[in-house]
């Protein structure tokens, strides 16, 4: 059962430097999410998806870019990283229709450090 | 602007003693709300999700209740166990999908053995 998968665990990035954080589920998810946790707070909606090839912003989505060309996979992408986005970052999926709504499923996390 | 505050913010407790986390949301209209576990170095793991129509849900030995019109939330733990430590978070979600989910910072429980 391997869920949401997340890669990398953890990176270290320089400034400027760009990078792309892999994300995919096996569970036939329509929704999928990414969050950012910083240390000691609540999680933050960056990109979130309802299905292939349909993408929206969430609360904090300067300097990322995200794509939905399959239902499994949801990269997200750093193009010019910057020592603000140090945090964890969190992909996660969920099945949802109007009225029907289930838990989402999250993935182990990826570390990013911006130095 | 939703905004959710989980109080306290942290816990320490001796194994056996029944407790309460404590979630409130500023703006009532919410369609669920969501108790989440999250382990040191881990994702989320959902533990009760509860609709906007219900007053409770349970689980085992968790019992979280929704008082929708004063904007709060308890997850109720009882008997509680070493293995229950972790940090809990709450999110609520304005949405008919449960998509887009607004956090509480979280309470860190500590079980003491």
């Known amino acids: ?115 | 602007k939703q905004e959710v505050t989980q109080i306290p913010a942290a816990l320490s407790v001796p194994e056996g003693e029944n407790l309460v986390l404590n979630c409130s949301f500023t703006d009532s209209a919410i369609y669920n709300l969501q108790w989440f576990r999250q382990d040191p170095g881990k994702g989320l793991t959902s533990l009760l999700l509860i609709q906007s129509s219900q007053r409770e849900q349970t689980s085992g030995r968790l019992n979280a209740s929704l008082d929708k019109s004063s904007g709060r939330s308890t997850l109720y733990i009882a008997a509680s166990q070493p293995g229950d430590s972790a940090t809990y978070l709450c999110a609520v979600s304005r949405e008919t999908s449960g998509s887009r989910l607004t956090f509480g910072e979280g309470t860190q429980l500590t079980v003491n053995p």
């Open chain 1, 1 to 115: 059962n391997a869920g949401v998968t997340q890669t990398p665990k953890f990176r270290i990035l320089k400034i400027g430097q760009s990078m792309t954080l892999q994300c995919t589920q096996d569970m036939n998810h329509n929704y999928m999410y990414w969050y950012r946790q910083d240390p000691g707070m609540g999680l933050k909606l960056i990109y979130y998806s309802v299905g292939a090839g349909i993408t929206d912003k969430g609360e904090v989505p300067n300097g990322y870019n995200v794509s939905r060309s399959t239902t499994e996979d949801f990269p997200l992408r750093l193009e010019l990283a910057a020592p603000s986005q140090t945090s964890v970052y969190f992909c996660a999926s969920s099945y949802a229709l109007p009225g029907l709504n289930q838990p989402q499923h999250f993935g182990d996390g990826t570390r990013l450090s911006i130095l």
